[in-house]
């Protein structure tokens, strides 16, 4: 059985899977924001967690003072979605049937004063908040380190847990792309979120039903590209960044088989069968091809589809275009990984001489 | 949500108060937790344990102190005091009258100061207001001139005033004390007899636990002036490595080890323990005294660290100790320590990093085998070590080899040398753990053939000059027990002697016959003068005679390994070998380029390839030397920082072996091919590291001179520097070490691997040398290491065959350094005053004479009138230009204080002379009347055959 977990939880099967189940919680999230379902969730997945817990390799990453904040941030982010998606389903329910959403119940939209309701309890979460660091702090002392020694770094060399995602795109994607260009995208784009969807459902009210690509594409982006490329750069990569299982040993020596080839390669030398052309454009031209087309042609492609056409006549020409070009370069991270597992591909534009690959 | 609350409100506010009360009492509890958490630290239980074993220490030393109290004198001068304060108490009016006068003085001095005080800023100012008046000729210059003068005048007078008054307190003071003299002086004596108990009762005062002691160790309060707390030494001369830069080194290991540096407390459990070696560690007077040198900067781990018994690093020395520290400390494995704690027994790694270019430190037992061992083993011939490069390679030269031993003894010998020798220092490569595969063994036979040709044909010719002529194996045998070989040789037929001498620079001598077959004029003109072979051996030639040569000769063919001898080593497959320099020239072209590139060559130089290569592979020149190597680097990684090196980068491979630095080594040196267990590996890749039968002793012996080989750097002023003469004194040992003159001498008291077989007699082992540098002339010596001629002779039974200096084959560089050696030892001038004439005093002469008469010095020593024809000490005409006077004065005085054990009398026992007539039997005179006797009768010659 732990083989079997160790086995599924490299990331070539649990992105997919995780993908998938994300789908399915959305696809069925009715089923998934009820309450039972919660209990359910919780009654299985406690003695799940206690099996876990009971190995110890297992539970030394789990215990390691710099992996706590992780442990904590997904207790949290599993209730808080839950959470989330129960009011939805609740609020939708009630749409349905031709009732306003709960937020709006006239003993819901009474107006307080500010004092003491505001106040009073933001004292009350301060307090509390500052107990549980001070307990946490005493429990798990600052984990101290051998001093920092230029001509030898710490394996695995890890980056602060919030940006281990970043750090997992780094597998995948040139440092240019995954630590600047995609960074800087990720920022543009949740500035530039007020301004595109301008769908004024569920302003004050949780609903799915009435906005369900906003959602659906931001928890994708969130979940799947986000956190679960933190749980995978916390717990399940070891020295030398090679994957270990939940429940594997880190072992400094293990070795593991990655031979990664550039798209350019696999074109001119292995179909084509002649040698790679000296010109550095026409040498990557397929790559550079492929990139062009997949951010002009597609955009306008979208538009053949339902879904393309709804939004263009709700959002108009440039919220389209910037929402579809935001969305797509979203999803080049999991194209790019599906293909690194499928091809060994190592990159589908490779020009290092001028320092872009992509 | 329920409607309770009034409008306006989104809660109760009932409720809302009882959360905000519930959460300010949680905080309080937080907010205690969080200083109690600060305040209960581990070292403060250790720190109050420690107190109240010192209370219990002062409190036996004060019943100890009482004890030595006298009480009987106590009391009288208890009584004398009662009776002086009743004199004192008579003059009280006198006193009284002296103390008001005195107040009196006081009091104007007071006021004196003040007048003075005012004067001298006044003279001091004007004087500033003259100067500026007088350069730039101001018109009230003279005003100024005279103000000043007068100003001074007034000064003046007052210092006088002032020295009258302080003179006349002091007689008063004076005055005062003679009254009261009588109680003063009783006082003191009491306080010297119980000054003792007061001073150990004011220790017990300070060491209390009362209400001050407690308020002072309050939380909070703490910061201003605790009792327990953290003590540290900052040392400015020893740093750490902070990598970007180097910081003074801390140590708080004294916060728990709270006695270390404290006489008394031996007897304690650790941490309380005293240091076991106060004098060389950690004492303020031994030579490393903890303020100087810390803790850590020995015995590694993290001195800076006090939060528990963990982070200091602490190494348990075995397995049972770890159980146990598991359970008291919850001990754990060190991590993100870059240097953890050396174990108990390997403490003394901690020498290696300031002591280096020193072949032995003193007192560093286990270190010193570990360096021998080394040395033993030759680590050094394949492995770079920092301060090992002067040594000559391990192993005897191969370039005339095929003089020395046949083809086939060369093959068998090195495919499994303990085969032929269990104590063969030759390493064993080959039907190793990872190589015993058959198709491994079928290259391995190959590869040995081909180095055997490349050896063989490399080989030089050599012409024995002498011949064999046969002898008396039972003489021979003699002569190898008794002229010395066994401090450089182990023997088979003496093997209790030589597991005593624990000979290892020459061969253990076993089967020689089979090693030398159809070779023994070689072994007869190698036993007469070994450099006519090889002109830089370390062997050195006893001045055989020719009969003595061929009896050892005959004596050591006697002796034959029948078992070996009948080996026939398989000959070299020609497809094997083909096969193995094809995979050597593919590595760089294709499989055909390397066949056409062999096709090219013939069959003879494909063996000598083949040869050229293997020796490359194992690094076989790395101990010998052999032609076509010259210049090439060892084969083995370097070990120089070894003990910084980090635990990653040690390849444990599948093992189940201590994860740690010390575990790596050990096992390493117990079976280095272990790593290759469970690797399936190519041949040209299999570990070639080969084993060397260790014991487990040895190997961490080696272990702990190879992790104190850290990168640490110690600034200059913190590592030991050699002085101007411990420099040539480390310079010379390098000679002495490399011909292993300490396999027969003693040097003050060191080394001398031979003298345990004269436990007997140990004046008919090799001379010991003591402050040989004061002893004997430095040309003397210098002449002697190159012309060695016999100074004495032994009782007739040994004379025949007696223990014997031989003549080493010594550079004059290398004769200079061990001349200077022992001169800098002793800390001698170069050369004495030997054309000086000796000047009598009236008489002196004739009581010389009749003093060298009483004492019958001829009765032994040859060179005087009536000398034996045998004697059996030293020709006493030679001294002059051998001994140094001063020395001579010395021995005469106590032969034994110098050489214990020595046949020479003390003829001035406790400073009595035995022939009270002469010089009124004054000592200092005798001695000097004979050293003056001894100067006149020396010729001037170095040795008895010099002109």
Redesign the interface.
Known sequence: MRELINWLAEPIRSFPIFTFLFFMMMRYYKVVGTKKFGYWGLAISIPVVAWFCADPNFLAIILWPDNIPINIIIIMLTFLTWLSLYKCAENDKRIEAGECPIEALPENREKVWAWPNLVYTELFVIIATTIFLVVWAIIFKAPLEEPANVTWAPNPAKAPWYFLGLQEMLVYFDPWMAGVVLPGVIVVGLIAIPFIDTNPKGNGYYTFAERPLAITSFLFGWLVLWIYLIIVGTFLRGPNWTFYGPFEYWDFHKVVADYNVNLSEYVWIKILNVPMPKNLVLREIFGIIGTVAYLTVLPFLSLKTKIGKELYAKSGTIRYYIFVFLFIIMMSLPIKMVLRWLINLKYIVALPEWELNL | ?S?KQEP????N?QK?NK??AF??V??LI??V??FL?DYMRPWKAVQLKGIKIKQEKVLKDIEAAEKEINTDSLAKFEMQLEASRKTVESRKKAIEAVEDEMNMIVKELKNETIVKGIANSQVSAVGFQYGVAHSHHYSNEKDLYKKLQGLKKDFAESSERMKILQAKEKSLKRKVLTFSKEVRDTERSIEGIIGKRELLLGAKKKLAMDPIFVLRNLPIIDFLDPTLKIRQVVLENITD????RHVPKVDRCMTCHLFIDEKGYEKQENPYKTHPNLDLMVGAKGKHPMKKFGCTTCHGGEGHRVNDFNSAAHMPKDLAQQKDWEKKYNWHEPH???IVQFRRGQYEAGCVKCHSNVEYIPEATVLNQGRRNIRKFGCYGCHKIKGWEHNRKPGPSLEKIASKVSKEFFKNWVWSPKSFNKHAKMPQFFNQTNNNSPEFIRKNITEVNAIAEYVYNKSKPYKPFAKYTGGSSKRGKKLVKEVGCMACHGVKDFTVGSKKVDAFVGPYLSGIGTKVKNRENWLVSWLLKPSHYQKDTVMPSFRLSRREANDIATYLLSKKNKKFEELKFEPMSKTVRDELLVEYFSAFSPADVAKVKLSKMSDHERTMELGYRSVGKYGCYSCHNIEGFEGRAPIGPELTKLGSK?L?QF??GHEKVSHSRDGWIKAHLLNPRRWDNGADKPFKDLLRMPQFDMTEKQASDITVALIGQVADKVPATGVKQLDKDEAVVAEGMKIVTKYNCIGCHQIDGAYGDILPLYDEDINQGPPRLVGQGHRVQADWLHHFLDNVTPIRFFDKEFAATPIRMPSFNFTNEERNKLVALFQHKSKQKTFEDNTKKVVWERGERRGALKLVESLACNSCHAGLAGSPSEPTAPNLKLAKRRLRPSWIKKWLKDPQAILEGTPMPSFWEDGESMDEDIFGGDPERQQNALVKYLLEIGVDSLSPNQK
């Open positions: 949500m409607k306006g409100m989104a809660f506010m809302l959360i905000f959460l300010s949680a905080f937080t907010v937790w969080m958490d490595d902070r990598y970007f993100k320590v870059p980090p990653t390849g444990f």
